[in-house]
Each structure stands twice: as structure tokens, then as C-alpha cells.
């Protein structure tokens, strides 16, 4: 297992994350999954025993199970360097300051989750999504107490766009408070957007990546195809949304065809990719099944030649969504692979 530093900060974290969401399967979750105890302990022996050291869950997954799930299969003892990840904004009851950003939720959140995860420190603690009505001043001077007490040690921001993400770095560089060292966002050879602003941001501005749902909700995986949908779609589950069905499955087909050369899996090939990009600190990894895991594990070591990158690159290159001049930034001298810069024709 490869390990990598997390943005500016000195902490190293395993190239692939174990994410928790399908513990529990409580209310809305039950589409993704319904992991119980005793397969929670096993897979977390498995990721741990593989060299992962960071673990992922929000209070929102099934209403708090999934971290009481981990507290519980840890024993309030962390194994060996085994780093927690959690993350509030979500509501998760039915009082108006139930949901949000607001220095009451964020701490109340986070001390309710340090209870159910059985533990004095969450490592990272992730803004789970933009919270329009809260000042971000709020937020962040909320964030700074809990690193202050002792009881948060990095922060982070998930699915903010861009100048959402660099309001909130300026507000803690002016009020000299916690930067965030990471986001985590949805990043996958069908979904590219975030090569436009949050790839080239995170690399000015030091920020790690993480990626949740690296396989688009299992349609990257080599097990679907045209006629066979997945069955988080089946029973309603619309997280990611495809926009494009024709391109997600030549996609597939180019994954599929990368990972027979290989002798592996589709779904290796498409996290190996991600792997190779810019500014990618780790892939936030999740299964059903122990099979799954060992599957997505095995990921960490395969090796795409140039060949092959340049294929998938090709297959599911994005369409041009702004002008050429606001692509202008992303020069291989400030960015890297030239493949992420745009020609006036989009090419």
C-alpha cells in the first residue's frame, strides 16, 4: 500500500480509504447497503490488515449506526494507525437547528460523534456540503474551536464548488484559523468536471483529494452493462447521477477490455486511473461484500502503461464546459499532465 501526504499537512494517509456508508442500512441507506456488525468487524480486519489507515463515515450514514458500527467493531481502541474521517452539515432530525453549519450543529455534531465512534479525536472532520444561511466566518471559527479542544486534528470540505472552497480558504487565512487540508469530491473517468476548478485548485492551493464513489456507484466495476443496471439504481438510489448512458458504457467497454490485458478487473482499472491523476490523495473505497473490498484493494498496485491512460483519457474525455481562456491556468507547468488542458477545439 502506497502512502501519501494529505495536501500541506504532515499527515500520510493510504491511497485507498475504507468508506463506511453501507453500515448499517438504516432509513435511506438501505439502498447502499446493509453491513452489520459482525461483517463490519471482518472488513475492517481485512482493510487494516491490507495496509489502509484511514476510515470514512459521516454522521448522516443510517442516522449515526455507521459510526457507532466502527466504534463498536474498533472497541474504542485504534488499531495500529488507523485514522477516523467524519463529517456534519446533513439533517439528521427534525429541529430547526437540526441540519447546517451554524456553530451549534458543527460542535454538537461533533461531540455526539466522538460518542458513538468511542473515541477523544476524529482525525479529519469534513463540511459535508455548502450551507448557504451560515456565515462562513461562523463555520470556521466553530471548526478552530474544535481543533482548538482538541477534539477535530485536520479539517476539510466535501462537495463544495469551486469558489465556495476558496471563500472559505480566505476567511481562514484572514482570521487565522484552520485551513482546510483536503476535500473530498466525486471524481470518476464518466464524472471529470472537477478537472475544470477543484483538481487545479487543490493543487495551488495545497489542497489533498479524496474521491467518493470512485466507481459511480458500481457502474465503473465491469459488472454492469447496457441492459443490466445496478441495484442501488434499481431500488432507487440516484447518487451518481449519469447524464450520459452511451459514454458511461463506452467507457465500460474500453475498462473491461484494459482489465482482460490485465488479467484484472474493470473496476481496478478505472481506480488505477484515478490514481495517476493530480492532486489525488486517496479513493474512498466501499463493498458489500468482503469480496468487494479485496477486489478494490488490489487496485493500489496495478500499473497503467501510457497507452492505456491515453485510451481512457481519449473515451471519456469531458465536453468543454467553459472558454478556452478560463483553461488558460491550467498550463502543464502549473498543473501537470498536458491531457488536462484544453485546445481551443476541446481536444
Known amino acids: 500500500m502506497e502512502y501519501r501526504t494529505?495536501?500541506?499537512?504532515?499527515?500520510?494517509?493510504?491511497?485507498?480509504?475504507?468508506?463506511?456508508?453501507?453500515?448499517?442500512?438504516?432509513?435511506?441507506?438501505?439502498?447502499?447497503?446493509?453491513?452489520?456488525?459482525?461483517?463490519?468487524?471482518?472488513?475492517?480486519?481485512?482493510?487494516?490488515?491490507?495496509g489502509i489507515n484511514l476510515i470514512?463515515?459521516?454522521?448522516?450514514?443510517?442516522?449515526?449506526?455507521?459510526?457507532?458500527?466502527?466504534?463498536?467493531?474498533?472497541?474504542g481502541k485504534r488499531k495500529g494507525d488507523v485514522l477516523i474521517a467524519s463529517k456534519a452539515r446533513m439533517r439528521i432530525g427534525d429541529g430547526p437547528n437540526d441540519e447546517g453549519l451554524s456553530r451549534y450543529h458543527l460542535i454538537r455534531e461533533c461531540e455526539k460523534s466522538l460518542k458513538r465512534l468511542r473515541t477523544d479525536v476524529i482525525d479529519i472532520y469534513f463540511l459535508h456540503e455548502w450551507d448557504g444561511t451560515t456565515p462562513l466566518e461562523e463555520t470556521i471559527a466553530a471548526l478552530d474551536t474544535l481543533v482548538s479542544q482538541g477534539k477535530v486534528r485536520y479539517v476539510g470540505c466535501s462537495n463544495y464548488s469551486g469558489w465556495q472552497v476558496m471563500k472559505a480558504l480566505g476567511i481562514s487565512d484572514r482570521q487565522?484559523?484552520?485551513?482546510?487540508?483536503?476535500q473530498q469530491i466525486h471524481y470518476t473517468l464518466e464524472a471529470r468536471e472537477a478537472e475544470y476548478e477543484l483538481l487545479p485548485i487543490s493543487v495551488?492551493?495545497?489542497?489533498?483529494?479524496?474521491?467518493?464513489?470512485?466507481?459511480?456507484?458500481?457502474?465503473?466495476?465491469?459488472?454492469?452493462?447496457?441492459?443490466?443496471?445496478t441495484a442501488r439504481q434499481l431500488s432507487g438510489w440516484s447518487e451518481p447521477p449519469i447524464r450520459d448512458e452511451d459514454r458511461l458504457w463506452r467507457i465500460v467497454d474500453v475498462l473491461a477490455y484494459i482489465g482482460n490485458n490485465h488479467?484484472?478487473?474493470?473496476?481496478?482499472?478505472?481506480?488505477?486511473?484515478?490514481?495517476?491523476?493530480?492532486?489525488?490523495?486517496?479513493?474512498?473505497?466501499?463493498?458489500?461484500?468482503?469480496?468487494?473490498?479485496?477486489?478494490?484493494?488490489?487496485?493500489?498496485?496495478?500499473?497503467?502503461?501510457?497507452?492505456?491512460?491515453?485510451?481512457?483519457?481519449?473515451?471519456?474525455?469531458?465536453?468543454?464546459?467553459y472558454p478556452y481562456w478560463h483553461q488558460q491556468f491550467t498550463a502543464k507547468d502549473r498543473f501537470g499532465p498536458a491531457d488536462l488542458v484544453l485546445d481551443r477545439e476541446g481536444v
Open 263 to 321: 488479467g484484472v478487473s474493470a473496476a481496478q482499472v478505472a481506480l488505477a486511473w484515478l490514481l495517476g491523476r493530480p492532486a489525488i490523495s486517496s479513493l474512498v473505497i466501499g463493498g458489500r461484500t468482503e469480496a468487494q473490498f479485496k477486489d478494490n484493494i488490489a487496485a493500489a498496485s496495478l500499473v497503467l502503461t501510457s497507452d492505456e491512460r491515453a485510451r481512457l483519457d481519449a473515451v471519456s474525455r469531458p465536453p468543454v464546459l
Open 56 to 75: 470514512d463515515t459521516a454522521n448522516v450514514y443510517s442516522n449515526g449506526l455507521s459510526e457507532e458500527i466502527i466504534g463498536e467493531a474498533l472497541g
Open 6 to 50: 494529505l495536501g500541506r499537512s504532515g499527515l500520510k494517509v493510504s491511497t485507498l480509504t475504507m468508506g463506511t456508508m453501507t453500515f448499517g442500512g438504516a432509513g435511506a441507506f438501505s439502498a447502499v447497503g446493509k453491513t452489520d456488525l459482525d461483517e463490519a468487524r471482518r472488513m475492517i480486519d481485512l482493510c487494516i490488515g491490507s
Open 176 to 182: 487565522h484559523q484552520p485551513r482546510f487540508v483536503t
Open 204 to 229: 495551488d492551493q495545497g489542497l489533498g483529494v479524496l474521491v467518493w464513489s470512485p466507481l459511480a456507484g458500481g457502474l465503473l466495476s465491469g459488472k454492469y452493462n447496457r441492459d443490466q443496471a
